[in-house]
């Protein structure tokens, strides 16, 4: 008889328990407060969460948050007539609350596993910060907790995809030597996760610093070029010879920085050799003036 009493107790109590943790598993919020739903309106709120975010694919919830938020939103706008509003300031914390601890963990999880894929798309990056920015600033998420973490890492990662993208243009129009080792280093600081999850971005940082060193390249015998193929075009020797020293010091710089390159070597000569056609056309120039 005492054994069954004990084991009826002792069922009465983990039936109490499960009650317990279904209860908090519904109501508590990321931060660890129980919301619980006391006027009409948070209920209501409350019913539309449960039924149509919570345990939902993101597609669905997403629309459901838009939908849902525009309810607080517009029942928050509304005035009594005796000048009071519709919902106190506590409610639409409330309920902001509900709705955020349900969709929050959905967006991060979905946002997330995009950050993991080969291929990103901009479409997805723009509204993932969007969308975190949102959940944010709607105060509903609070200080120090991880979904908050996560959420600033989602815009920390959009904004480091579109930095490290503007590095990559960048190198394509490199002009200076000094630029390639801080176009480089630049590079270097956005190789992480999840950025290193995109192949192509990843292969077009590790191709910065040659991308950058032939940009530069290109700039500097062009210059040669324009000074070779121009050399009757300057007003007297003493300005066409400025021109000429200063694009064989910048073949000299980038070549002690990174080494001679076979066109290099050619526009260096070709630059050798045109000096003497330029000395003797402004001589002759001279002396027919």
């Given at each position: 008889?005492?054994?069954?009493?004990?084991i009826?107790?002792?069922?009465?109590?983990?039936?109490?328990?499960?009650a317990?943790?279904?209860?908090?598993?519904?109501?508590?919020?990321?931060?660890?407060?129980?919301?619980?739903?006391?006027?009409?309106?948070?209920?209501?709120?409350?019913?539309?969460?449960?039924?149509?975010?919570?345990?939902?694919?993101?597609?669905?919830?997403?629309?459901?948050?838009?939908?849902i938020?525009?309810?607080?939103?517009?029942?928050?706008?509304?005035?009594?007539?005796?000048?009071?509003?519709?919902l106190?300031?506590?409610?639409?914390k409330?309920?902001?609350?509900?709705?955020?601890?349900?969709?929050?963990?959905?967006?991060?999880?979905?946002?997330?596993?995009?950050?993991n894929?080969?291929?990103?798309?901009?479409?997805e990056?723009?509204?993932?910060?969007?969308?975190?920015q949102?959940?944010?600033?709607?105060n509903?998420?609070?200080?120090?907790?991880?979904?908050?973490?996560?959420?600033?890492?989602?815009?920390?990662?959009?904004?480091?995809?579109?930095?490290?993208?503007?590095?990559?243009s960048?190198?394509?129009?490199?002009?200076s030597?000094?630029?390639?080792?801080?176009?480089?280093?630049?590079?270097?600081?956005?190789k992480h996760e999840?950025?290193t999850?995109?192949?192509?971005?990843?292969?077009?940082?590790?191709?910065?610093?040659?991308?950058?060193?032939?940009?530069?390249?290109?700039?500097?015998?062009?210059?040669?070029?324009?000074?070779?193929?121009?050399?009757?075009?300057?007003?007297?020797?003493?300005?066409?010879?400025?021109?000429?020293?200063n694009?064989?010091?910048?073949?000299?710089?980038?070549?002690?920085?990174?080494?001679?390159?076979?066109?290099?070597?050619?526009?260096?000569?070709n630059?050798?050799?045109v000096?003497?056609?330029?000395?003797?056309?402004?001589?002759?120039?001279?002396?027919?003036?």
């Open positions: 008889m005492k054994t069954t009493i004990k009826t107790l002792i069922a009465i109590v983990a039936i109490g328990i499960v317990a943790i279904i209860y908090f598993a519904n109501g508590m919020s990321e931060s660890g407060n129980v919301q619980i739903a006391e006027t009409n309106f948070e209920k209501e709120i409350q019913e539309q969460v449960k039924s149509t975010i919570k345990d939902k694919r993101y597609d669905e919830a997403h629309v459901a948050f838009n939908s938020m525009g309810n607080i939103n517009t029942e928050a706008s509304v005035t009594l007539a005796d000048g009071s509003k519709s106190k300031d506590s409610e639409v409330k309920c902001k609350q509900m709705v955020c601890d349900a969709y929050a963990p959905i967006f991060l999880e979905y946002s997330m596993d995009h950050f894929q080969p291929s990103w798309s901009d479409a990056l723009k509204q993932f910060k969007e969308e975190a949102e959940l944010l600033s709607m509903a998420v609070e200080a120090g907790t991880q979904i908050e973490t996560n959420l600033n890492g989602i815009i920390r990662t959009v904004n480091e995809y579109y930095a490290a993208k503007k590095i990559i960048q190198a394509s129009n490199c002009s030597v000094s630029a390639v080792s801080s176009l480089k280093s630049k590079a270097r600081s956005y999840p950025l999850n995109n192949t192509s971005l990843l292969s077009a940082l590790n191709t910065v610093e040659a991308t950058a060193k032939s940009a530069v390249e290109r700039k500097i015998i062009a210059e040669c070029d324009r000074v070779v193929y121009g050399y009757d075009t300057y007003a007297d020797y003493a300005t066409f010879y400025k021109a000429y020293d694009a064989n010091k910048r073949i000299k710089e980038y070549v002690s920085a990174f080494g001679y390159t076979q066109k290099l070597r050619t526009a260096q000569t630059l050798y050799s000096d003497k056609n330029a000395l003797s056309y402004y001589a002759n120039k001279e002396r027919v003036s």
